[in-house]
């Protein structure tokens, strides 16, 4: 088997990154939506702020990820 045909199946193996917020954005309701919305757009709200609200309410969301996220660097923007 050559090179190639083991990195083919290396990569099935694998499962696509994903941005932490992206799941999270599926399991709020409607109003927790509008509220993470409103405070991802406010560029005055730190990253940590909203990490830790997350956290607090059962999301374990870090802030680096929500730090990814808002600049479009995260795998959401990747796709």
Do not use: F, W, Y
């Not at 939506?33 to 956290?55: E, F, G, K, N, P």
């Amino acid at each position: 088997m050559g090179l190639l045909e083991d990195i083919g199946q290396e990569q099935s193996k694998t499962v696509p990154n994903r941005c932490p917020v992206s799941p999270l954005r599926e399991q709020l309701d409607k109003d927790d939506l509008a509220d993470l919305d409103t405070a991802m757009a406010d560029a005055a709200i730190r990253h940590v702020a909203i990490s830790r609200a997350l956290r607090a309410h059962g999301h374990d969301v870090s802030e680096k990820a929500i730090a990814a996220h808002r600049k479009g660097t995260c795998a959401c923007a990747r796709r």
